[in-house]
């Protein structure tokens, strides 16, 4: 956890230190890390027996949690829509 931690602080400090200059290179390694991320994700899923036999069971679920982050995703945005965007007359 250290080395992570302490990773992220040096990031922070380059960011601060090169923050005047363009660094679109940059946005374009954190995506590819990301896609990189991803599909090594995608790979182990796909390698890990017990996933792959409970496939049926883990998608029902999934696909409930998806649903209720989603729908209370929707609510908070409305709320806050209708709490600080909508002017009161």
Not at 14 to 40: C, D, S
């Amino acid at each position: 956890m250290i080395i992570v931690i302490s990773l992220m602080v040096c990031g922070i400090v380059l960011g601060y230190i090169f923050r005047e200059k363009n660094l679109k290179i940059v946005q374009k390694l954190i995506n590819y890390a990301i896609f990189l991320l991803l599909f090594l994700l995608g790979i182990t899923v796909g390698a890990n027996a017990d996933v792959m036999n409970n496939l049926n069971s883990i998608g029902l679920e999934a696909l409930i949690i998806t649903l209720a982050a989603i729908s209370g995703s929707i609510l908070c945005a409305w709320a806050v829509y209708r709490f600080f965007f909508i002017s009161t007359k």
